[in-house]
């Protein structure tokens, strides 16, 4: 991939495969309990206590549910770190978005079912994937160049899947569903526009540091086990619930 290229291109490729190798390695053995996130507690009793329109507080569980949602955030990260034209950010940004609006509406207002534990897995791959494709790992490994942008659009579905999975668990009344369940929409959207734009500052102000481009390897490397640890615990969970 020519961006990751051209930003890393002072990591020579063998010290690259070793270290992506060893991180894999580590991630695969030490799996702690790192579920993906969920509704629960007070959120999931008011959800289930909800008869009507309530657009306020859906619209504010949805951006709460994106703010404080690890894996959406992990794979976000990895899909804006080299991205440093603004429309870029929008571009792929918006991909995810499609994404993760249309399973999302699908799934909780279309009835479509998956296993939980098997969609939650996948996510844990996006950020692997994207993990990987920032280091070059795909042209390092395999001599290919995958679309970045279909894969974002692609997994933004498991994304906004998984998400449905989790209200599919309550018994949500027919009442308002349709506007509470675009109200939650909105909100995800909104909570993921408050936690890019600082995602964004950050990276904006450590990209002018000199020390950026030594630690991007360790940053992904460090992406890359994140989503290998809630690969393994979800696997793990559909293993023992099987």
């Given at each position: 991939?020519?961006?990751?290229?051209?930003v890393?291109?002072?990591?020579?490729?063998a010290?690259?495969?070793?270290?992506?190798?060893?991180?894999?390695l580590?991630?695969?053995?030490?799996?702690?309990?790192?579920?993906?996130?969920?509704?629960?507690?007070?959120?999931?009793?008011?959800?289930?206590?909800?008869?009507?329109?309530?657009?306020?507080?859906?619209?504010?569980?949805?951006a709460?549910?994106?703010?404080?949602?690890?894996?959406?955030?992990?794979?976000?990260?990895?899909?804006i770190?080299?991205?440093?034209?603004?429309?870029?950010?929008?571009?792929?940004?918006?991909?995810?978005?499609?994404?993760?609006?249309?399973?999302?509406?699908?799934?909780?207002?279309?009835?479509?079912?998956?296993?939980?534990?098997?969609?939650?897995?996948?996510?844990?791959?996006?950020?692997?994937?994207?993990?990987?494709?920032?280091?070059?790992?795909?042209?390092?490994?395999?001599?290919?160049?995958?679309?970045?942008?279909?894969?974002?659009?692609?997994?933004g579905?498991?994304?906004?899947?998984?998400?449905?999975?989790?209200?599919?668990?309550?018994?949500?009344?027919?009442?308002?569903l349709v506007?509470?369940?675009?109200?939650?929409?909105?909100?995800?959207?909104?909570?993921?526009?408050?936690?890019l734009?600082?995602?964004?500052?950050?990276?904006t102000?450590?990209?002018?540091?000199?020390?950026?481009?030594?630690?991007?390897?360790?940053?992904?490397?460090?992406?890359m086990?994140?989503?290998?640890?809630?690969?393994?615990?979800?696997?793990?969970?559909?293993?023992?619930?099987?």
């Open positions: 991939m020519s961006r990751a290229i051209r890393i291109s002072d990591i020579s490729a010290r690259r495969r070793t270290g992506l190798l060893t991180i894999a580590v991630a695969l053995v030490l799996v702690p309990d790192a579920g993906a996130h969920g509704v629960s507690g007070k959120d999931a009793v008011f959800l289930q206590s909800v008869r009507g329109p309530a657009i306020g507080p859906m619209m504010y569980l949805g709460k549910h994106m703010v404080t949602g690890y894996d959406h955030l992990a794979f976000l990260l990895g899909v770190f080299f991205l440093y034209r603004l429309t870029d950010v929008i571009r792929y940004v918006s991909l995810f978005t499609i994404g993760h609006s249309v399973t999302l509406l699908a799934g909780v207002l279309g009835g479509v079912r998956a296993n939980s534990y098997i969609v939650d897995a996948i996510i844990g791959l996006s950020v692997v994937y994207k993990a990987f494709d920032n280091v070059d790992g795909f042209r390092l490994f395999f001599g290919v160049e995958p679309d970045t942008r279909i894969a974002v659009l692609v997994f579905f498991f994304h906004g899947f998984g998400l449905a999975t989790k209200l599919q668990d309550f018994a949500l009344s027919p009442n308002g506007v509470n369940i675009l109200s939650f929409n909105v909100g995800v959207e909104i909570g993921q526009a408050i936690a734009t600082v995602v964004l500052a950050v990276l102000y450590w990209r002018s540091r000199p020390g950026f481009l030594r630690h991007a390897l360790l940053t992904n490397g460090v992406l086990a994140i989503g290998f640890l809630l690969v393994g615990y979800q696997l793990s969970g559909y293993v023992l619930n099987a």
